[in-house]
């Protein structure tokens, strides 16, 4: 079997490893956001943050699926969900960090702020992201992502609508927001670090740097922080690892939870 | 806490009218709690028109709606009933008319 992780430098290698790294984003983020079905804040909530999650879940099958094919057909999208370990996981850090905030033991102790700020930051960063990816010349791409930019304004509108709110509320919701923000805006430096693979996958139209994504992002978050009396963060050189396969302790945890399932009982089907 | 304190804890009710498609009316979904009307349209989103059951939302405080009186049903409507002759249907149509 050849590990995409070691093929990587290569043309075909570089492909993959793209399409993987936004499968295991929406993946990810996607298995986050539903940790919180049931225990949302208000009812309405609850079934916006189930929506968004099968929103993404949706995205990271398309993508898997294509991921798959790319491989070869070795794997399909269950078992590279399924069957892969903490280190074959190739989504940004800031995705995998628990609900309750980054120095938070375990997805028990839920803070809605982190999960708003960290869904503003990301569906800014995934607005700008498939607008450009429209465009892939990797056709199946290209299709995935038009779809997927009209769900990632959705979550954006739903999560800016809350920062503006949470910012401009009552004391606690300002400070917990701003905390949030704080504590969450330095792993948005991986998304906009140099890396050999986006170039990879830029030099041939198939994907695009992170580095070239970051004016449109910031030109999406700024004005909704500006109008939301919370502070833009200062920036800091810190950079994540998770897309290298290099990740903060969170993942593990996060994994043992989705994947027991389908390792105790494989193949398993609704 | 007082009562009154708990119902202003409370957020307000809105009512919520879906359009199914182009040229029908808006029909009463259901209704939700919101802070205020914009958040109210977004969850109306999220929980009445997941399984693609509109393409236009209306929201309404429903402090804004008046209703009749379940008590005076009897003045209210019971008269109608027997005005038969309020139903196009009571009229016989010439065949010279054709449809109308």
Same mark, same amino acid.
């Given at each position: 079997?050849?590990?995409?992780?070691?093929?990587?430098?290569?043309?075909?290698?570089?492909?993959?490893?793209?399409?993987?790294?936004?499968?295991?984003?929406?993946?990810?983020?996607?298995?986050?956001?539903?940790?919180?079905?049931?225990?949302?804040?208000?009812?309405?909530?609850?079934?916006?943050?189930?929506?968004?999650?099968?929103?993404?879940?949706?995205?990271?099958?398309?993508?898997?699926?294509?991921?798959?094919?790319?491989?070869?057909?070795?794997?399909?999208?269950?078992?590279?969900?399924?069957?892969?370990?903490?280190?074959?996981?190739?989504?940004?850090?800031?995705?995998?960090?628990?609900?309750?905030?980054?120095?938070?033991?375990?997805?028990?102790?839920?803070?809605?702020?982190?999960?708003?700020?960290?869904?503003?930051?990301?569906?800014?960063?995934?607005?700008?992201?498939?607008?450009?990816?429209?465009?892939?010349?990797?056709?199946?791409?290209?299709?995935?992502?038009?779809?997927?930019?009209?769900?990632?304004?959705?979550?954006?509108?739903?999560?800016?609508?809350?920062?503006?709110?949470?910012?401009?509320?009552?004391?606690?919701?300002?400070?917990?927001?701003?905390?949030?923000?704080?504590?969450?805006?330095?792993?948005?430096?991986?998304?906009?670090?140099?890396?050999?693979?986006?170039?990879?996958?830029?030099?041939?139209?198939?994907?695009?740097?992170?580095?070239?994504?970051?004016?449109?992002?910031?030109?999406?978050?700024?004005?909704?922080?500006?109008?939301?009396?919370?502070?833009?963060?200062?920036?800091?050189?810190?950079?994540?690892?998770?897309?290298?396969?290099?990740?903060?302790?969170?993942?593990?945890?996060?994994?043992?939870?989705?994947?027991?399932?389908?390792?105790?009982?494989?193949?398993?089907?609704? | 806490?007082?009562?009154?304190?708990?119902?202003?804890?409370?957020?307000?009710?809105?009512?919520?009218?879906?359009?199914?498609?182009?040229?029908?009316?808006?029909?009463?979904?259901? $209704?939700?709690? @919101?802070?205020? /009307?914009? !958040?109210?349209?977004? =969850? %109306?989103?999220?929980? +009445?028109?997941?399984?693609?059951?509109?393409?236009?939302?209306?929201?309404?405080?429903?402090?804004?709606?008046?209703? $009749?009186?379940? @008590?005076?049903? /009897?003045? !209210?409507?019971?008269? =109608? %009933?027997?005005?038969? +002759?309020?139903?196009?249907?009571?009229?016989?149509?010439?065949?010279?008319?054709?449809?109308?």
């Amino acid at each position: 079997m050849t590990n995409p992780v070691q093929a990587g430098a290569a043309g075909s290698g570089a492909h993959l490893e793209y399409v993987l790294r936004l499968g295991d984003n929406a993946l990810i983020l996607g298995q986050r956001l539903a940790e919180w079905c049931g225990h949302g804040p208000i009812l309405e909530e609850d079934i916006a943050l189930a929506n968004i999650a099968l929103d993404l879940i949706g995205q990271a099958r398309l993508l898997l699926a294509h991921a798959a094919k790319l491989e070869g057909g070795i794997r399909d999208e269950d078992s590279l969900a399924y069957l892969r370990d903490a280190r074959e996981f190739r989504n940004f850090t800031m995705l995998e960090l628990p609900s309750g905030g980054v120095s938070s033991a375990g997805a028990m102790n839920p803070d809605y702020a982190i999960t708003i700020a960290r869904n503003f930051l990301f569906s800014a960063y995934q607005c700008a992201l498939w607008t450009r990816l429209a465009d892939s010349t990797d056709a199946q791409l290209a299709a995935i992502a038009a779809k997927s930019l009209k769900e990632a304004r959705y979550h954006f509108t739903h999560a800016a609508d809350w920062i503006v709110r949470f910012g401009d509320g009552t004391e606690e919701s300002h400070r917990r927001a701003q905390q949030a923000l704080d504590a969450l805006w330095p792993y948005a430096n991986e998304w906009f670090a140099e890396d050999r693979i986006e170039a990879a996958a830029s030099m041939q139209g198939i994907g695009v740097t992170g580095a070239s994504l970051r004016d449109a992002w910031l030109a999406a978050v700024a004005p909704v922080l500006a109008g939301s009396t919370l502070a833009r963060p200062r920036d800091s050189s810190f950079v994540s690892t998770g897309r290298a396969g290099l990740h903060s302790e969170h993942l593990e945890y996060l994994l043992a939870e989705m994947q027991s399932l389908h390792r105790a009982h494989p193949g398993a089907v609704w | 806490m007082t009562q009154t304190e708990m119902m202003q804890k409370e957020w307000p009710l809105f009512e919520v009218f879906i359009r199914s498609k182009q040229g029908l009316d808006h029909k009463h979904a259901g $209704s939700l709690h @919101a802070t205020d /009307a914009k !958040m109210a349209i977004r =969850m %109306a989103r999220d929980v +009445y028109t997941r399984r693609q059951e509109g393409i236009s939302i209306w929201v309404v405080p429903s402090s804004a709606i008046t209703a $009749s009186d379940p @008590a005076d049903k /009897a003045e !209210m409507f019971d008269p =109608m %009933a027997d005005k038969i +002759y309020r139903h196009p249907t009571f009229y016989e149509l010439p065949d010279e008319v054709g449809h109308m």
